[in-house]
């Protein structure tokens, strides 16, 4: 057998330079040795293959069976009007066309209160957070990453072979500023902060914020700002990206929002830095789904509201209170889960899980395991204390 095909009687002949293997010559195959890969040989990068991935425990979490406190989402469903946008845009027979966006980047601006210019929409905020470091980090630099907190930092970190650092969040004195100022090198590259953090929710100030990014121009600041609307929003730094060019903000709509299936999240920064970070980001990453859900939730997003408020001014007030009477040492939060420590946190987390609610089992920064308890509607809580009060006393 040859490597071509005959040729064509109507071929013209072509000028070559060198040695040319006749058509009518059979291949000749390379050694072996020379072509064949090892079986035990990878092509995938070597610090990729030392990696392990985040398993977050996903599977199992029916919200007709369960009580989902332990992911920190929105704990009741979504309003019809959101829902009903999306039977109508399956109904209309669009799922076989690519998505198109339309005004959702101005209408994420507009909410988020930047220039539509500062601003781009990404797939969740976890998206957000690997576009900027993969855009900022070189191989080999350095990241701050306080700890403990979401695992995702350091995943992507580790994927772009970053030194990670780690100074410790402190359940009395709060955020480390002063450790994280010491770190700082010129071969930093990133400093991660999220706020409030997760899993302790712990608040960092926008004055320590900006204390970190004039210390270091040369570093990218990423602030996670996932839980955003249960914060204060004077805390937000959000009016300081025309200042500061090295800052960056991740968001979500996962959480007070409601819709983490459907994966939607923003990031605000200057505007060169949107415009660099869309060259990386692909054309259709969000799915239509996302876009069509969020306009109608935009459009009359009082049930948001109405959730932080329920969570903020009376479920989370109620279950500190309950903590408290009962001796169990939790961290401060500004966020909607608590962080607490109790004697055997997992075999409390399974017998809370046998009454029917889930919460999550998570380590602090000296390794010492709690329970990350995300608060829900009043009467969600009412039943977690009630089991509690219970398994407490038994």
């Known amino acids: 057998s040859s490597c071509l095909p005959p040729p064509s ?4 002949p072509r000028a070559h330079r060198g040695t040319v293997r006749s058509r009518s010559e059979p291949c000749l195959e390379r ?3 020379l072509v064949a890969r090892p079986a035990a040989m990878s092509v995938i990068k070597e610090h990729i293959r030392k990696l392990t991935p985040y398993l977050p425990p996903l599977e199992g979490r029916d919200p007709s069976k369960f009580i989902l406190l332990d992911f920190n989402e929105r704990t009741v469903p979504v309003p019809s009007h959101v829902t009903e946008a999306l039977k109508d845009f399956i109904d209309q027979g669009g799922l076989q066309k690519y998505p198109s966006y339309g005004s959702m980047q101005a209408d994420i601006a507009a909410y988020a209160g930047v220039r539509t210019e500062e601003c781009m929409f990404t797939n969740g905020s976890d998206q957000g957070i690997d576009l900027v470091i993969r855009c900022c980090c070189e191989k080999g630099t350095e990241a701050i990453i306080p700890a403990p907190t ?26 480390p500023l002063e450790e994280v100022l010491g770190m700082i090198v010129p071969n930093t590259s990133i400093i991660v902060l999220s706020n409030p953090n997760n899993p302790t929710g712990t608040p960092i100030s926008r004055e320590a914020i900006l204390a970190v990014a004039k210390h270091a121009p040369h570093c990218a600041i990423l602030v996670d700002e996932c839980y955003y609307e249960f914060m204060g929003p004077e805390e937000s730094v959000k009016g300081d990206i025309g200042d500061f060019p090295n800052l960056f903000i991740c ?26 970070l869309t060259c990386v980001r692909g054309p259709y990453d969000i799915n239509q789904f996302a876009g ?10 009082k049930y948001v509201w109405d959730f932080v408020d329920e969570v903020n ?11 408290t009477r009962k001796g169990i040492t939790f961290w401060p939060t500004s966020a909607n889960f608590i962080f607490c420590y109790f004697d055997d946190p997992n075999g ?13 089992p998570k380590k602090d920064a000296e390794g010492v395991l709690g329970l990350r308890i995300t608060i829900g509607t009043v009467e969600q809580m009412d039943a977690l204390m009630k089991v509690l009060e219970e398994l407490l006393a038994s």
């Open 348 to 360: 409390l987390e399974q017998k809370i899980r046998a009454r029917g609610i889930l919460v999550r």
């Open 31 to 33: 050694p072996r040795e």
């Open 292 to 301: 069509v859900a969020l306009k109608a939730a935009l459009a009359n997003n």
């Open 313 to 323: 001014k009376q479920a989370k007030p109620k279950f500190q209170e309950f903590l």
């Open 251 to 276: 968001r979500t709509f996962s959480k007070t929002w409601g819709i983490p299936s459907l994966r939607l999240g923003y990031v605000l920064t200057c505007e060169a830095n949107i415009n660099a």
């Open 9 to 12: 009687p109507h071929a013209r």
């Open 150 to 175: 979401f695992a995702m930092y350091e995943q992507a970190a580790e994927s772009e072979c970053l030194t990670i650092c780690r100074p410790h969040f402190d359940r009395l004195k709060g955020f």
